[in-house]
């Protein structure tokens, strides 16, 4: 009759030594098999030019490799303990952190929380708000930031006058709870001090260091970063406009040739056949970040959803950078196991290079956001220079902090994901 209920849902083990019935057996010879058939494709995928590594961990020299560019920081969360591999350029150091996954979950919850609290609720509630956001951007350095950049070497802040293209970067790459919250955002705000990622580096997000060598691999942009695309539709309540208008009115400001599709015109077939031609394409309308399933998460067009999948299925040949600034994301009480956002979906799905928020963001600063920051990659003839964006979003995201020191939920959530 098997195993008795113990009344907490669960059963004892099954001994090793105990008989196995007539089903069981066969569902274990199906599953060898299988392992048997994965094991032999593998071999076979192995087997041809440029597929030696294929689904295999990086080696050591390989993440040297990626790491010449600046530090990359792995980010190993468990129920016991929790790691950061700092990979740089002088090698591969072990940085143990004293935090757990429980005490990272349980902050996480709090921080979203917090940044949930809306400008139109009493000020006594987004004033404390914003303290609980100052308290664990600072716990966030003190816990794990300075360790890792003490021993990644930033342990200066960037010099006053350093030109964009000399100020140091850094690729995190976090999971578990920790992926919910803004490790380039850590650091001691009010005191004004220096003791901040923001001021000792530019910072970059990637799933993975094989998610960072498929970005770089992508060909550099020509053209002056164009084709230019818009996608807008209303991110405002209520189907107003929100604002998707102004942000597509910054980059129409800014390049030559933009072309937009908005409205009832922005349908699923109609921005897939875009997709196609354009480089830099900026996304304004909603989208959710489905962590349950990362395939499914999608930006809500005029006809249905536009997913990552259907993106990742195309050939974009032209793709360079994808901004999701007006892309609000849904969240669940229950924090998975990792956090996927749709800047890191995009990533996957074939943009080297993603701007996008981890949070929803307030739209006037969105707008500023969107307007500094085409300018700031804006190039003579009406083009764009996308290879230095994760610099120019470091740049734009102090700004912001300078422009609203006491409201730090407005500035942090922007991030730069990718090469």
Not at 165 to 182: D, F, Q
Not at 212 to 230: D, E, I, N
Not at 290 to 295: G, L, N, T
Not at 407 to 414: C, L, M, N
């Amino acid at each position: 009759a098997g195993a008795p209920d113990t009344g907490l849902g669960a059963r004892r083990p099954h001994r090793a030594d105990a008989p196995v019935g007539p089903g069981e057996a066969a569902r274990i010879r199906e599953q060898h098999a299988a392992a048997e058939d994965w094991q032999r494709l593998l071999t076979r995928i192995r087997g041809f030019d440029g597929f030696t590594h294929f689904l295999l961990p990086p080696s050591a020299e390989q993440m040297l490799r990626e790491a010449k560019e600046g530090p990359v920081v792995l980010l190993n969360v468990d129920p016991l303990r929790s790691d950061a591999l700092v990979v740089s350029a002088e090698g591969i150091e072990l940085v143990p952190l004293g935090v757990t996954e429980g005490q990272l979950a349980h902050t996480a919850r709090r921080f979203l929380a917090a940044v949930s609290v809306g400008a139109d609720e009493p000020r006594a509630r987004r004033k404390e708000a914003s303290a609980t956001v100052f308290d664990i951007l600072e716990w966030l350095w003190d816990a794990i930031a300075e360790p890792v950049l003490e021993t990644a070497g930033l342990t200066c802040p960037i010099p006053e006058g350093t030109p964009r293209g000399a100020v140091p970067r850094l690729w995190w790459s976090a999971s578990g709870p920790l992926a919910h919250l803004p490790l380039h955002a850590a650091g001691h705000h009010r005191a004004a001090d220096g003791r901040s990622v923001l001021d000792r580096v530019a910072s970059s997000y990637t799933p993975s260091i094989r998610a960072l060598r498929h970005a770089r691999q992508a060909p550099a942009a020509r053209g002056g970063g164009g084709p230019f695309l818009a996608v807008r539709r209303p991110t405002g309540t209520g189907g107003r406009d929100g604002a998707s208008v102004a942000e597509v009115e910054a980059m129409a400001r800014t390049v030559a040739g933009l072309r937009t599709v908005e409205g009832e015109d922005a349908t699923v077939g109609r921005v897939l056949a875009e997709l196609s031609s354009a480089a830099t394409v900026h996304f304004a309308c909603h989208g959710l970040s489905d962590a349950e399933d990362p395939s499914r998460s999608h930006l809500e067009l005029a006809d249905g959803r536009l997913g990552v999948l259907d993106v990742a299925r195309r050939h974009l040949p032209h793709a360079q950078l994808a901004v999701l600034l007006a892309c609000h994301t849904a969240r669940t009480d229950r924090l998975p196991d990792e956090a996927i956002h749709l800047t890191s979906a995009f990533l996957t799905a074939g943009y080297p290079q993603v701007v996008g928020a981890l949070w929803e963001a307030t739209d006037l600063v969105s707008v500023r956001m969107a307007d500094h920051l085409y300018r700031a990659l804006r190039t003579y003839g009406g083009g764009l220079d996308v290879t230095d964006t994760a610099r120019a979003v470091h740049g734009i995201v102090r700004e912001l902090r300078a422009r609203h020191p006491a409201s730090p939920q407005v500035w942090a959530p922007y991030v730069h994901t990718g090469r």
